[in-house]
Nanobody
Framework: QVQLVESGGGLVQAGGSLRLSCAAS????????MGWSRQAPGKQRELVAT???????NYKDSMKGRFIISRDNAKNTLYLQMNSLKPEDTAVYYC???????????????WGQGTQVTVSS
């Protein structure tokens, strides 16, 4: 079994910064793609950013230049540095990871429980 645990959310004023972390643990042989998504109240979950094992990144247009996704493969940890935060960034942020648990197993996607980010105006 694999667990993803997010941390680092909280309340911040507009223009401020937060750094989210997502630690993966359990039966992990390797991790392929990882990513962050978010869901605001009354809205559908949307993709924020993704990162490959080789550190190739992709961002939703509205996050480019403000958010930075990174990972530490040795620690099985994913990060999201969020700068210049806006009230519309308020949401629950979820991490996900494609994890291989055994040499005969394929990659399976796991999700964290989410961490709340609230940006006040």
């Amino acid at each position: 079994q694999v667990q993803l645990v997010e941390s680092g959310g909280g309340l911040v004023q507009a223009g401020g910064s937060l750094r989210l972390s997502c630690a993966a643990s359990g039966s992990i042989l390797s991790i392929n793609n990882m990513g962050w998504s978010r869901q605001a109240p009354g809205k559908q979950r949307e993709l924020v950013a993704t990162i490959t094992r080789d550190d190739n990144t992709n961002y939703k247009d509205s996050m480019k230049g403000r958010f930075i996704i990174s990972r530490d493969n040795a620690k099985n940890t994913l990060y999201l540095q969020m700068n210049s935060l806006k009230p519309e960034d308020t949401a629950v942020y979820y991490c996900n990871a494609e994890v291989r648990s055994g040499i005969f197993a394929g990659y399976q996607t796991y999700w964290g429980q989410g961490t709340q980010v609230t940006v006040s105006s």
